[in-house]
């Protein structure tokens, strides 16, 4: 079946420290990847997504970067953090789109508090 | 460009009522469209989905929604609420790049 990994599910980072999250997903090959962060009562931002491996879009400027150095691996990223990049970051697959539309799965989630 | 307006930032019903929670989309082809629900410090889970076949769409928990063209709508509905339907949902127009609607707050009372 497919499933998709997220971690850590909560971290609290210092201003100006560097940042690594990681999904994974399991049981499909080739999926489209996305990075959304989720604002405190707002909704959510598309941050970066990927059709492929080292294919990389950004859809907002900002002090994150992502990488996919594997087919089922996305990794959001920053080398300092600021306090406004606080918040709830969410990945999420979707099917290449040639083989249909059936929505997108997400992951549970990583809650990033700068302090 | 696509764009997916969610009419009510809150939408306050009591246990046992309808819920109706309204979205409208553009979009310059066939949309794909879909509804999320997000529990507190949880990710999202897909509700329903529309993709060009029935224009009703029955989804989990008794959620159905409703596509009309002619309107650009894709309301969120259900005969009658939960406590535990009580969470942010999203409207989501997913053709191409995901674009979401900002959500709606569900509050249930007792």
């Known amino acids: 079946s497919q499933t998709i990994h997220q971690w850590p599910a909560t971290l609290v980072q210092p201003v100006g420290s560097p940042l690594s999250l990681e999904c994974t997903v399991e049981?499909?090959?080739?999926?489209?990847l996305y990075w959304y962060r989720q604002a405190a009562g707002r909704g959510l931002q598309l941050l970066f997504y990927s059709v492929g491996i080292g294919q990389i879009s950004s859809e907002v400027p900002q002090n994150l970067s992502a990488s996919r150095p594997q087919d089922r691996q996305f990794i959001l990223s920053s080398k300092k953090l600021l306090l406004s990049d606080s918040g709830f970051y969410l990945c999420?697959?979707?099917?290449?789109?040639?083989?249909?539309?059936?929505?997108?799965?997400f992951g549970s989630g990583t809650r990033l508090t700068v302090v | 460009a696509q764009s997916v307006t969610q009419l009510d930032s809150h939408v306050s019903v009591s246990e046992g009522t309808p819920v109706l929670l309204r979205c409208n989309y553009s979009s310059s082809y066939s949309p794909s469209l879909f509804w999320y629900v997000q529990h507190p410090n949880k990710g999202l889970q897909l509700l329903l989905k529309?993709?060009?076949?029935?224009?009703l769409v029955k989804g989990i928990n008794g959620f159905e929604a409703e596509f009309k063209k002619s309107e650009t709508s894709f309301h969120l509905t259900k005969p009658s609420a939960h406590m535990s339907d009580a969470a942010e949902y999203f409207c989501?127009?997913?053709?191409?790049?995901?674009?979401f609607g900002r959500g709606t707050s569900l509050i249930v009372h007792p």
């Open positions: 049981g499909t090959s080739n999926p489209n």
């Open positions: 989501v127009e997913g053709s191409y790049i995901p674009t």
């Open positions: 999420a697959w979707h099917r290449e789109r040639r083989k249909g539309n059936y929505g997108y799965t």
């Open positions: 529309y993709t060009s076949a029935a224009t």
